[in-house]
């Protein structure tokens, strides 16, 4: 594949596809890979399944993509951030979509690259779903660690620091304009309409949370990388911020879908300054 090809929704697997493309050719990646917690059966309330050493369920997707053998995840996680790794430019950083279920492997994965990690985020979800069980307490929160490729020299990633303090980011109650941004993110869960207009994904992201890694870390004109681009989110966003997008993704259906949406979608550069949805 030529790296040409820019500003589309490319059918495949994203360690097949990065390997196409050139070394240090992608401003930002943003991955929101499977978090390897579709196990067991169809979803249950009682607590006749369980996921060894995580002690419960997740409101959790049951694909079949997101159930793999732990080996077989660590290999897996290796080797897309080998190559998001090899993509990246020295200026460029990668945010990374985890839970409990695989945050600590990606974790492990991306030391294990020398993939430095600048910040570990708490996505706070005041409107998560709650625990039926009445076992445990209710999970509300997803992390997501933002990273660069390590340089031997000085760290070149760029950050848009006066858009952390001063963007209008009123949605979320922990930030104040004119205060630094902090590591945890009050953003509700939920998609507006346009968001789920042709369709959604079962593990969708809101656009307010992937508008905001791309305002923080990237340029406009920059290209965005969406190895899992699923729904097509971030694609979307990137294209709404004015920033070029590529996203890959392994089932046509949501392909289908995300192509859909970006042809709908509008450029507003004024998102960048303001942190603010279309």
């Known amino acids: 594949m030529s790296f040409d090809v820019r500003d589309e929704i490319v ?5 097949d596809l990065m390997q196409g493309l050139p070394e240090s050719s992608v401003d930002l990646v ?6 390897n917690l579709s196990k067991g059966g169809a979803w249950q309330w009682d607590r006749s399944v369980k996921l060894p050493g995580m002690g419960g369920k997740w409101a959790k997707a049951m694909e079949s993509w997101d159930d793999i053998e732990l080996a077989d995840y660590f290999e897996f996680s290796y080797s897309w951030l080998r190559e998001a790794r090899r993509v990246l430019r020295p200026t460029g950083s990668m945010w990374v979509f985890g839970t409990y279920h695989n945050i600590g492997i990606v974790n492990v994965a991306c030391q294990a690259l020398s993939i430095e990690i600048i910040n570990e985020i708490v996505w706070y979800k005041r409107n998560s779903f709650p625990n039926l069980s009445a076992r445990r307490l209710t999970a509300s929160h997803e992390t997501i660690l933002w990273c660069h490729k390590a340089a031997t020299k000085k760290r070149e990633y760029y950050f848009d620091y006066e858009n952390s303090r001063q963007g209008d980011y009123d949605y979320d109650t922990l930030k104040h304009r004119g205060k630094q941004m902090r590591t945890v ?3 509700p869960n939920n998609k507006q309409p346009e968001e789920i207009k042709f369709g959604k994904h079962p593990t969708q992201k809101p656009l307010r949370v992937i508008k905001r890694m791309i305002a ?3 340029r406009p004109g920059d290209l965005v990388l969406a190895p899992f681009s699923g729904s097509g989110t971030e694609c979307v966003a990137a294209k709404e911020l004015g920033r070029h997008y590529l996203g890959f993704e392994t089932e046509p259906q949501y392909a289908e ?6 042809f709908h979608a509008h450029t507003s550069l004024q998102d960048d300054l303001f942190g603010r949805e279309p």
């Not at 059918?11 to 360690?15: A, H, L, P, R």
């Not at 943003?30 to 978090?35: E, F, G, K, S």
């Open 257 to 262: 879908l995300a192509r859909m949406r970006l």
């Open 30 to 35: 943003i991955a929101d890979p499977p978090y």
């Open 185 to 187: 993110w009050d953003i």
């Open 11 to 15: 059918d495949g697997s994203c360690i």
């Open 216 to 218: 923080l870390s990237t």
